[in-house]
């Protein structure tokens, strides 16, 4: 079982402002939108923070086989 924290992510002052709005939306999304937002809210996360793209990937709840460019 996967466990996401990206609903904390939502919330941290850390987290780059496009990347909390990315996941927002991703939630909102109709369940068959969900993991193509995860994805564009991985990617942004990537193109702005230095984690490496697995770690983003777990953050977000997808699968650890995903790419992040």
Not at 2 to 21: C, F, G, K, Y
Not at 39 to 65: F, K, M, N
Request: proline share 7%; glycine share 8%; hydrophobic share 40%.
């Amino acid at each position: 079982m996967s466990i996401s924290i990206a609903p904390l992510l939502i919330h941290s002052e850390q987290v780059p402002a496009a990347v909390r709005d990315a996941i927002r939306r991703a939630y909102e999304a109709p369940p068959e939108h969900r993991g193509a937002r995860f994805a564009s809210a991985a990617r942004i996360l990537y193109q702005e923070t230095d984690l490496e793209c697995g770690d983003i990937l777990e953050l977000v709840g997808l699968p650890g086989e995903g790419n992040c460019a």
